[in-house]
């Protein structure tokens, strides 16, 4: 497969890297090449199989337009542009193309999400949650923080979930689910040693997309891998 990678930071990098071990083709752009999208044209997405953006918010939103309007198929690493998700999985479905999306693309990370649903069931328990990221990290609280609180809240509707969010050196990320109950804490943790877990989902995850029309979550397919 021949993939496009947007984004030369240290996820995008891996991306890359881990994307040529499998045994694929791959294209990447930095910010700079792809200013407002303006590399994402026809001839550009043409024999791609998939596009795979981590970049900002900002210009995931501009990417993810582009290449949804070509009826292209987008993996979306990029977090902090949830508010244009209704509109993105319209534009995917209206031109034939392929959006699939995530807070976290770790495994790990998928089975911690797993676990937090089993965790929520709980009952007189009350939930917090912790989060950890480099300081370059723009976003606060995370994406993958803000799914552990929708996965509590799904389970128990009136529960107030607290997270704590900390910006510190190069941390890769690190998030703690903690149910306090009377008689006891229970403690879910997840420490992502290096990014290559990210870049490796995020692989395997525009593997499964190629050739498909539609829009997922991450979380609702990472089984299928």
């Given at each position: 497969m021949l993939f496009l990678v947007l984004g030369k930071g240290k996820t995008g990098s891996i991306v890359a890297e881990?994307?040529?071990?499998?045994?694929?083709?791959v294209r990447v752009l930095d910010l700079t090449e792809n200013r407002g999208a303006s590399a994402l044209t026809g001839p550009t997405v043409a024999g791609v199989d998939v596009v795979v953006d981590f970049t900002n918010a900002a210009a995931a939103v501009e990417n993810m337009r582009a290449v949804l309007?070509?009826?292209?198929?987008?993996?979306?690493?990029t977090t902090g542009w949830y508010e244009k998700l209704n509109e993105m999985k319209l534009l995917a479905h209206k031109r034939g193309g392929a959006l699939l999306f995530g807070t976290n693309f770790s495994i790990g990370v998928q089975k911690l999400f797993a676990l937090t649903a089993l965790l929520a069931k709980l009952d007189a328990y009350k939930f917090?949650?912790?989060?950890?990221?480099?300081?370059?990290?723009?976003?606060?609280p995370s994406g993958t923080a803000i799914t552990l609180g929708?996965?509590?809240e799904a389970?128990?509707?009136d529960a107030q979930v607290e997270i704590t969010s900390h910006r510190v050196g190069d941390a890769t990320g690190v998030h703690v689910v903690t149910a306090i109950g009377e008689?006891?804490?229970?403690?879910?943790?997840?420490?992502?040693?290096?990014?290559?877990?990210?870049a490796?989902?995020?692989v395997r995850a525009a593997e499964w997309l190629a050739g498909k029309s539609g829009a997922w979550?991450?979380?609702?397919?990472?089984?299928?891998?």
């Open positions: 881990v994307a040529r071990e499998r045994g694929h083709g309007a070509l009826g292209a198929r987008i993996v979306v690493g917090e949650i912790g989060e950890t990221h480099h300081t370059s990290k723009l976003d606060a929708q996965i509590i389970e128990q509707p008689s006891d804490t229970l403690t879910l943790r997840h420490e992502a040693h290096s990014r290559r877990g990210f490796l989902g995020a979550e991450f979380r609702e397919i990472f089984d299928q891998l």
